[in-house]
């Protein structure tokens, strides 16, 4: 299995600001993935980071608003850019084992709030 | 259209009663993967069940790729149970994820 810190825990920004979410494998892990999830709602996958390579982003996430960073193969960071209350909601930080591994490891969240 | 429908959205019991959530999919799946989430809280794996039937203390999760339904049963429900629970079918394609989207269950004493 896999341990994901996540940090903050929560937030609340003012909007146009930045603010950066951190996760941390207890072990080495080949992929990391960023999801949102708005109140009460599914989740959706905004990106996958791999170890030395740009971040895979999915539709309607892009690279300047969420930049992603996969320094190694245990951290990972997510940046919000210019903030806007549309982006408040949950973010949480995931992985697996392997490519093709079975279960899926979730941080804790980071509940953000843009005022 | 959707290519994984979860049901009911919602559904209150009382504590005792046996839950049933149901995942309908329309695209080939390597395996389904169901999760439990608290109210604002992080999501954990409950089962990886690529067919046939897996149990878990009191859960069952049961997968039918012919019928292209997999389901989520709770037994005799506690109020601890209560929370989103969230299928995501994993694409035999490319390993990527296709998430439900989820059944809020409320199990009261």
């Known amino acids: 299995s896999v341990l994901l810190y996540q940090k903050p825990n929560r937030d609340i920004c003012q909007s146009g600001t930045s603010l950066k979410i951190q996760c941390v494998a207890d072990s080495q892990v080949v992929s990391m993935f960023w999801y949102q999830q708005f109140q009460e709602q599914s989740l959706m996958l905004m990106a996958t980071?791999?170890?030395?390579?740009?971040?895979?982003?999915e539709s309607g996430f892009t690279k300047d608003k969420f930049p992603i960073s996969r320094p190694n193969l245990t951290f990972s960071t997510l940046t919000v850019n210019n903030a806007r209350p549309g982006d408040s909601s949950i973010y949480f930080c995931s992985s697996r084992t392997g490519v093709s591994a079975e279960t899926l490891y979730f941080g804790s969240g980071t509940r953000l709030t843009v005022l | 259209g959707q290519q994984v429908q979860q049901s009911p959205a919602s559904l209150v019991l009382q504590e005792g009663e046996n839950a049933e959530l149901q995942c309908n999919f329309s695209t080939s799946l390597n395996s389904m993967q169901w999760f439990y989430q608290r109210p604002g809280g992080s999501l954990v794996s409950l089962f990886y069940?690529?067919?046939?039937?897996k149990h878990s203390g009191r859960l069952t999760s049961t997968t039918v790729i012919k019928e292209r339904r997999s389901s989520l049963h709770i037994s005799s429900s506690q109020t601890t149970d209560s929370g989103t629970y969230l299928c995501?079918?994993?694409?035999?394609?490319?390993?990527?994820?296709?998430w439900g989207s989820g059944t809020k269950l409320i199990i009261k004493p």
């Open positions: 995501a079918l994993e694409r035999k394609s490319n390993y990527q994820l296709i």
């Open positions: 069940n690529p067919s046939g039937t």
């Open positions: 980071a791999n170890e030395g390579s740009e971040a895979t982003y």
